[in-house]
Structure formats: C-alpha cells, structure tokens
C-alpha cells in the first residue's frame, strides 16, 4: 500500500494528524461546496477536537495505570520487609489482621467524634 492509499483509507477519528482531517474533510466535500456551511463546519471541528481530548484521556488513563502498578508493586515489597514490633512480618493474612486493626481503631475514633478523641 503506497502512502497516498494509506492515507486515502485512513479514519480521521483514528488519529489526532490535522492533515488527515483537513485530506478526509476536501475528499468527502470536494465539489460539493454548496453543503459546506457552518454547521458542518462545526461539527467537524468538534470531532476533531473531541478526537484529541479522547486521546489526551486515553494516554492519560494509561499513565495512572502505570503509576498505580509502580505503587502497588512498591507497597508490596514495602509490606514483605515490614516488621511489627514482635518481629513478625505482616505479610499475608498478618498484614490483613493488622491492617483491619487499623481500620477498627480509625472507624473508633471517628465515631467518638472531636470532643472524644484524643
């Protein structure tokens, strides 16, 4: 497939490249100039700008995803080295027991409000 047949099947909503938009938009409306008005216009637009914040969306998803999987793996190494003060690791169900004791002391506290709270 030559560049210019590559070109000529690409969908604009697939890419970001302006010179797409503009190659799709003269090839669907070349010698129809009478249905170019500005609500086409418009509406082209629109796509095409809704088309890069997608993309914007998209990669940036893709980054907290990332980001989220670096985060978790850290934490996990963080956890298999942590130790209580006995000595024992909190890895596994440990972790859990240890982690809902926390969760019990936080729901404690917040329940016993301002006034009560140390």
């Given at each position: 497939m030559?560049?210019m ?5 690409a ?8 010179k797409?938009?503009a190659?799709?938009?003269m090839r ?6 009478e ?8 509406a082209?637009?629109a ?6 914040y997608?993309?914007a969306m998209?990669?940036?998803?893709a980054a907290?995803a990332d980001e989220?999987r670096?985060a ?5 190494k963080?956890?298999q080295?942590?130790?209580l003060?006995t000595?024992e ?6 972790m ?7 969760a019990?002391d ?6 016993a409000g301002?006034?009560?709270a140390?």
């Open positions: 030559t560049d047949q590559a070109r000529a099947s969908d604009p909503l697939q890419t970001m490249d302006a797409l938009w190659e799709d938009f669907r409306f070349s010698g129809r100039r249905d170019i008005d500005e609500g086409l216009m418009i082209w637009f796509n095409a700008i809704m088309r890069g997608d993309e998209r990669r940036q998803a907290l989220r670096r978790m793996e850290e934490a996990a963080v956890v080295e942590y130790k003060p000595g690791s909190i890895a596994g169900d440990t859990n027991r240890y982690l809902d004791g926390i019990v936080i729901l404690a506290k917040a329940q301002p006034e009560e140390p």
